[in-house]
């Protein structure tokens, strides 16, 4: 709120992120005004079993040796400590948006919806279609899009908005501004540098992106130590494990467990 963006706190947004989320165990009492339930969007552990669980473990005992403390919710009321990873998957089958809000809307055999949606696939939006309400340059606003079909520029299909109704635009963090980009909204000399004619010259438009930095590090663990090699992975005994029971090695997703820590003691 302090930057000009009113609604937009921690305590603003919170609400939201609850209603989304669908915890698939127990919440404990002290980290229920943090989750939320019933939502859309399951949120689960991997289901721990014997050999692919061995380095989680051992990684847990490391850190607790170390003093760090084991936490049961780091998205709950404290972050800090050694956790097992939630993820965004059920049975053993990651969730995805399609999945959690789309997908219920279709029979499942019919592929038919009695509710107003139409699903196009193999298509990509490539411009937002921008009119003036009045006579003001200042005052625009969104009146449809602009698509293709399979990366063929010559199938195009504009499709208006309904009178008072919105285009919601969630592309991700590069889609959006380059799709507003496309629409000729963003810095002018940019636009025009591209041959793209300009709408509303809003030089914010695809600037300020920040990078998510990661360092890897790879550790040799002595042989005894179970990993998921190729041959591991692709075993009769390991794919039948995931499609029957959604568990096993396939369950897996990049990192089991992670450590949140601060690096100097006393720092906030």
Not at 65 to 94: C, H, L, M, P, S
Not at 237 to 246: D, H, Q
Request: proline letters at 4%; glycine letters at 8%.
């Amino acid at each position: 709120n302090e930057y000009g963006c009113k609604g937009w706190s921690y305590e603003d947004v919170l609400p939201f992120f609850n209603k989304i989320e669908d915890p698939t165990w127990t919440v404990q009492d002290e980290n229920k005004p943090f989750r939320g339930k019933g939502g859309p969007q399951k949120v689960s552990f991997k289901k721990q079993k014997g050999d692919n669980d061995k380095v989680g473990e051992l990684f847990i005992e490391a850190c607790k040796n170390k003093g760090f403390k084991y936490n049961e919710d780091y998205n709950g009321k404290d972050q800090d400590g050694v956790a097992r990873t939630q993820f965004n998957t059920y049975k053993g089958r990651r969730m995805t948006s399609f999945r959690s809000y789309i997908a219920p809307l279709f029979n499942r055999f019919t592929k038919k919806s009695q509710y107003n949606i139409d699903v196009l696939p193999n298509s990509q939006v490539t411009r937002i279609g921008v009119v003036k309400s009045n006579d003001s340059d200042s005052n625009l606003r969104a009146d449809g899009i602009e698509l293709v079909y399979n990366r063929d520029v010559n199938q195009k299909r504009i499709i208006k908005s309904a009178k008072n109704g919105e285009i919601i635009l969630s592309a991700g963090a590069i889609g959006s501004p380059h799709i507003l980009m496309l629409s000729g909204i963003g810095p002018k000399d940019e636009l025009k540098d591209k041959n793209v004619e300009c709408v509303a010259d809003i030089p914010g438009v695809g600037k300020n992106l920040q990078d998510h930095q990661l360092t890897s590090m790879r550790l040799r663990v002595p042989k005894n130590v179970p990993l998921l090699t190729r041959k591991e992975g692709q075993s009769i005994k390991t794919i039948m494990e995931y499609l029957f029971k959604g568990s096993g090695w396939l369950t897996t997703i990049t990192c089991d467990v992670q450590l949140f820590c601060k690096s100097e003691s006393g720092k906030s």
